[in-house]
């Protein structure tokens, strides 16, 4: 699970980047790196409660 969103924020990162730069596909592409932080951050509260 924890790698998991690590490769699930990657992936979205990517796309947004092929998105932003191939496509024109209005907000939907801002979202993605939106997403893609707020999985890191969920990542790093995870960490945190599991070696308190």
Avoid: C
């Amino acid at each position: 699970m924890n790698n998991i969103l690590y490769f699930i924020a990657a992936i979205l990162i990517v796309f947004w980047l092929l998105g932003f730069m191939l496509f024109s596909l209005g907000i939907i592409i801002h979202i993605l790196p939106v997403v893609a932080v707020i999985l890191i951050i969920l990542r790093i509260m995870q960490v945190d409660k599991e070696t308190k």
